[in-house]
């Protein structure tokens, strides 16, 4: 895998009332192509922290949720595949004085003192939903969101080289689009500029069946029928 140059972002401290410029890409990854995508990301950013969101259950629960910062990303799962990493933090922080708050404003929410931009979501995928009356075997998309100071140049560089980086594990390319439970080839719905990236092992993981789809989304009451149940994503090949 070529390795490439990636520039340490400039960390600008957030400022009161003062909105992000926002970069994402929708995502669909195999633990595998998460585990190799996070592993470079940690590779690239020797001296980055993480921490995770809060659960439902932690948010509306009586007791205070427990922060906490990690220097991994990525951790292996003792009871995984191998090679495959574990659940844990998904947000990636540049600062170097990030500390994490616990308020309650209705629920439980975590606040970040010292905020600093740029900082990074890396959506984390799940096991493959097994096939059931709203669809085949699947696995649902995700988004990697990279939140930077407004107008900053410097910080869009940064982020189309996190981007470049993402598709060394990822393509855009040679993917159709198709109905479920027919299987027919659909038109290409809008979708954000650089359409869905999905990771090499979750293509392979597709071609194994057939009826596997990526990426799949059942259809809205309105437009559901016994022909149309949902959609998703194949290899064109």
């Known amino acids: 895998m070529r390795k490439l140059k990636i520039d340490q ?4 401290k957030v400022q009161r009332l003062m909105r992000p410029s926002m970069l994402s890409r929708y995502v669909c990854l195999s633990p595998l192509d998460w585990k190799l995508f996070a592993t470079a990301l940690e590779d690239a950013f020797p001296d980055a922290i993480y921490s995770r969101k809060l659960t439902i259950e932690e948010e ?6 427990e922060p906490r910062l990690e220097r ?11 090679g495959i990493a574990a659940k844990g933090p998904n947000q990636m922080h540049f600062g170097p ?8 404003d209705g629920r439980w929410l975590i606040t970040v003192d010292g905020l600093f ?3 990074m979501f890396v959506g984390r995928p799940g096991e493959p939903t ?3 009356a709203h669809g085949p075997e699947r696995r649902r998309e995700g988004q990697i969101q990279i939140h ?16 470049r980086l993402l598709a060394q594990f990822t393509t855009n390319e040679r993917q159709v689009l198709v109905g479920y439970p027919h299987y027919d080839v659909l038109p290409q719905p809008p979708r954000p500029l650089f359409g869905l990236w999905i990771g090499h092992d979750a293509l392979r993981w ?11 989304e059942w259809s809205p009451m309105s437009t559901r029928t016994p022909d149309n149940l949902g959609y998703g994503y194949r290899p064109k090949d």
């Open 206 to 216: 597709a071609r194994e069946d057939p009826k596997r789809l990526l990426a799949y």
């Open 130 to 132: 097994p096939a059931d």
């Open 117 to 119: 931009w740029p900082k």
């Open 60 to 65: 509306i629960g009586a007791e205070r949720p």
């Open 97 to 104: 004085a990030t500390e994490l708050v616990v308020e309650k």
């Open 148 to 163: 930077l100071a407004p107008h900053h140049k410097g910080h869009a560089r940064f982020a189309r080289q996190i981007y």
């Open 72 to 82: 991994k990303l990525c951790r292996p799962d003792p009871d995984g595949p191998a």
């Open 9 to 12: 972002p400039e960390i600008v």
